[in-house]
């Protein structure tokens, strides 16, 4: 059955093809996903070939190996991004561990560059000398090019690693709660299983051929070590390895007929503590799956697989390209091709005829953006703070407004205030 | 009008069941020739190319564990276990019996299988210059 062409709308996207003169930092990376530091990190704009940092400090980003300089440098105000720049997919918290730095968040938008943070494990509670290192994605077009591994010591990012492999635009790239294995989903059908060793040496784990489609996103269970990733196939698939041999399977999937999606499954996120997960489509639709139980027990159905809890439907009226479960409120922001940031909580009292929880939109920001949202992501501690990425070239921060800590029944007046960078 | 069993017109009552069954068998003949000899050419070409990917694969193993033989200590851990596993399962691959219902399966596998070892050993992207790419569509994203 043909699919239901919802996505195709001429948008900023194309930019790059038809201006080759803007595709300054040849493009090697698409900005395609906010994810949070935990770390007190730095603003980042992006300025042509220069990134600049709104912090306290300042902070320098090489790629070396290809020549280019991201500089980071610090500006007091500087406003707005040039135009030409490429679309931003994508925002980045970067981390910068300077001791004393303001609150503050860092984003890589327009230029490409995708930081995804990990947390060195020895330099846990060493705040002053922790070792940052960052997946970045590779970059769209003909030539399939590596995942470069980036590594922020003291003041400066070099890259120190360089993931070959995949065939086509890297998607999606994710580090698991240890720290110590990488997933990266590509075009190409295939998740890449990654494990870090000393020395900043990165080896195949495994590579998970199980999508028929595309894999859009993949993302790790916040505690167990189970990678769960969403595809152009409609499907969502669970994985997880078996016994000890570097054996990663399938071991469920939560396809159409699961009550799953029925169309492109573009991101998926967990709550803070693993229970429930929430996935976004392309059919309009939220998804939210209970996902408490170990699916490795039951290989497909039965007592360890995870079960659907609720559709949110109706409020979207265009893909919904981004999800995020934020750790400190609980609420899920979604990002949609309407140009809308949403924001949804928990039912307080769920309906009696399911006895299953609900949840229903308290915020909206319409044209949150002029374009197609392409990512949400919550700040890791501050549970106002969102931030946004879209096709009209900017990254967002918003500030949620209007509400207490706890669930509000009925949410009044929650309102955004949103701050360019 | 005759009291035998057997009418003259008989036969033609089953005229139309006479053409049919001698279509059909024709038909029948035919096709099998005809299949016979296409099935020999697609036989020939895939057979072809499997039989030099895997060649390919086996060649590249063998030269691996070779080196191995000589230098134990060449490539990281998981690298000299992985060349030991797909050794064994190249081996185990029903190269010769095309009917087996799990050749394909059995062909991917090993061919994932490929792509993590190259990637161990840092040959990556080490391929079998015949196999088949997807089509890129430049309109996905």
């Not at chain 1, 300042?58 to 610090?74: D, M, N, P």
């Not at chain 1, 980036?150 to 709660?177: I, M, P, R």
């Not at chain 1, 009550?259 to 996935?279: I, N």
């Not at chain 2, 080196?67 to 010769?96: C, M, N, V, W, Y």
């Amino acid at each position: 059955m043909p699919k239901k062409l919802t996505k195709p709308r001429p948008r900023a996207r194309f930019y790059p093809y038809l201006i080759p003169a803007f595709y300054k930092i040849s493009s090697y990376l698409t900005v395609l996903e906010v994810i949070h530091s935990e770390k007190e990190p730095a603003y980042v704009s992006p300025r042509c070939k220069k990134l600049n940092l709104y912090s306290e400090g300042a902070t320098t980003l090489k790629k070396l190996h290809s020549g280019v300089t991201l500089t980071l440098r610090t500006r007091a105000s500087d406003g707005g991004s040039s135009p030409g720049l490429k679309p931003a997919r994508g925002a980045v918290l970067g981390g910068a561990q300077r001791p004393g730095m303001e609150r503050g968040m860092g984003t890589f938008g327009g230029c490409p560059g995708l930081l995804q943070r990990r947390q060195d494990r020895e330099s846990v509670g060493q705040r002053s000398r922790a070792r940052h290192q960052m997946g970045l994605q590779g970059h769209p077009g003909g030539v399939a090019p590596p995942d470069s591994i980036w590594e922020q010591t003291g003041g400066e990012f070099e890259c120190v690693a360089s993931l070959e492999g995949h065939e086509n635009e890297v998607k999606s790239v994710a580090w698991n709660a240890g720290g110590n294995l990488l997933a990266t989903c590509s075009r190409d059908k295939s998740v890449w299983i990654w494990e870090a060793q000393p020395g900043n040496e990165y080896e195949c784990v495994s590579v998970l051929q199980g999508h028929s489609q595309d894999v859009k996103m993949v993302r790790w269970h916040p505690t167990r070590d189970l990678l769960v990733s969403a595809s152009y196939d409609d499907t969502i698939k669970v994985w997880a390895e078996d016994g000890d041999e570097d054996d990663w399977r399938c071991v469920q999937t939560l396809s159409s007929a699961a009550q799953g999606h029925t169309s492109t499954v573009w991101g998926v996120a967990f709550d803070s503590t693993g229970d429930r997960m929430v996935s976004c489509s392309d059919d309009l639709t939220l998804k939210v799956w209970d996902t408490h139980t170990d699916p490795t027990t039951s290989m497909g159905a039965g007592a360890g697989a995870w079960k659907h809890v609720s559709t949110i439907s109706g409020y979207h009226e265009r893909t919904i390209f981004s999800v995020d479960w934020s750790r400190m409120n609980g609420l899920i922001a979604s990002a949609s091709g309407d140009d809308a940031i949403r924001i949804f909580a928990d039912d307080e009292e769920p309906p009696s005829t399911t006895g299953q929880p609900t949840f229903s939109q308290v915020a909206k920001k319409e044209k949150a953006h002029s374009t197609d949202v392409n990512c949400v992501r919550w700040h890791p501690t501050d549970p106002r703070l969102l931030a946004s990425a879209s096709d009209d070239m900017c990254v967002k921060i918003w500030e949620l407004r209007g509400r207490s800590e706890s669930f509000p029944n009925g949410g009044s007046a929650n309102g955004s205030k949103d701050v360019h960078l | 009008m005759s009291g035998s069993s057997r009418d003259i017109f008989d036969s033609s009552l089953d005229l139309e069941r006479e053409h049919l069954d001698r279509g059909y068998a024709e038909g029948l003949r035919d096709g099998q020739t005809e299949g016979l000899k296409e099935g020999r050419e697609v036989g020939l070409k895939s057979g072809f190319e499997i039989g030099e990917e895997v060649g390919f694969y086996s060649g590249c193993v063998e030269i691996w564990s070779k080196a191995l033989e000589t230098d134990g200590t060449l490539f990281s851990a998981r690298g000299r276990k992985s060349i030991h596993t797909f050794s064994q399962q190249l081996a185990a691959f029903p190269l010769k019996e095309p009917q087996n219902e799990q050749y394909d399966s059995l062909l991917k596998q090993l061919r994932t299988r490929w792509k993590v070892l190259t990637s161990l050993l840092g040959v990556a992207p080490l391929e079998y210059p015949g196999y088949p790419r997807g089509e890129e569509d430049p309109t996905s994203f």
